[in-house]
């Protein structure tokens, strides 16, 4: 079963808009990652939080998270066509440490 | 590019064949885990390897197996394949159990006729 849940499942923008995702998970963590998946190929690790950090940047990534609600947000700034890709959230659960959950994913297209 | 990567790309096979995949992890990282993503859907864990011991397991059953060799290479097992085994096969390697971020490969595209 899936820990997480992204939202929305699917998000269509311009380029140069941002583009805000949201990851929502179930139990507590000891971090959270964001990757993305170009065309059902492998993974591509974009960003970890710790759950004592709040937000978190990399480059025109910004990550928030909220683990008093149990949720996380991903920000893409100045969005660009080759940011098209499903981004995912995984969570690496406190009572397992070495087993990652991933979300259901978001599939973001951004139009040139 | 990650470092790892995975063989074969595509393969098709019959209900009730067995099947191997392998994944070929970056130098040092002693860790592997092998993750079942469906179309559509994101990858579930399926278990993780360390120094060559299985160090935790997904929700799937015992036809699902594996093994790593010294040399950074691993196999996922899978026997009595059924139609739902249909999937994306994504291995990850680190360098050890507790560290954050894990290095995918490009998968393998396992379809069951």
């Known amino acids: 079963s899936q820990q997480g849940e992204e939202d929305p499942q699917a998000l269509s923008i311009q380029e140069g808009e941002n583009a805000t995702m949201n990851c929502s998970y179930k139990?507590?963590?000891?971090?959270l990652q964001w990757y993305r998946q170009n065309s059902g190929r492998g993974l591509v690790h974009l960003i970890l939080?710790?759950?004592?950090?709040r937000e978190k940047h990399s480059g025109r990534l910004r990550v928030t998270l909220d683990t008093s609600k149990k949720s996380s947000s991903l920000l893409i700034t100045a969005s660009r066509a080759a940011d098209t890709a499903s981004y995912f959230c995984?969570?690496?659960?406190?009572?397992?440490?070495?087993?990652?959950?991933f979300g259901t994913g978001t599939s973001l297209t951004v139009i040139p | 590019e990650t470092g790892v990567t995975q063989s074969p790309t595509h393969l098709i096979k019959t209900r009730g064949q067995q099947v191997t995949l392998r994944c070929s992890s970056q130098s040092g990282h002693n860790t592997v885990s092998w993750y079942q993503q469906a179309l559509g859907q994101g990858p579930q864990f399926i278990f993780q390897?360390?120094?060559?011991?299985?160090?935790g397991r997904g929700n799937f059953p015992p036809r699902f197996s594996g093994l790593q060799f010294p040399n950074y290479s691993s196999e996922l097992n899978v026997n009595a394949l059924e139609l739902d085994d249909s999937a994306l096969y994504l291995c990850?390697?680190?360098?050890?159990?507790?560290?954050?971020?894990?290095?995918f490969g490009p998968g393998t595209r396992l379809t069951v006729l």
């Open positions: 390897y360390y120094r060559e011991e299985e160090n």
């Open positions: 139990t507590s963590i000891n971090n």
């Open positions: 995984a969570t690496d659960l406190t009572n397992t440490g070495n087993q990652f959950y």
């Open positions: 990850a390697s680190s360098f050890t159990t507790s560290t954050d971020t894990q290095y």
């Open positions: 939080i710790r759950s004592n950090e």
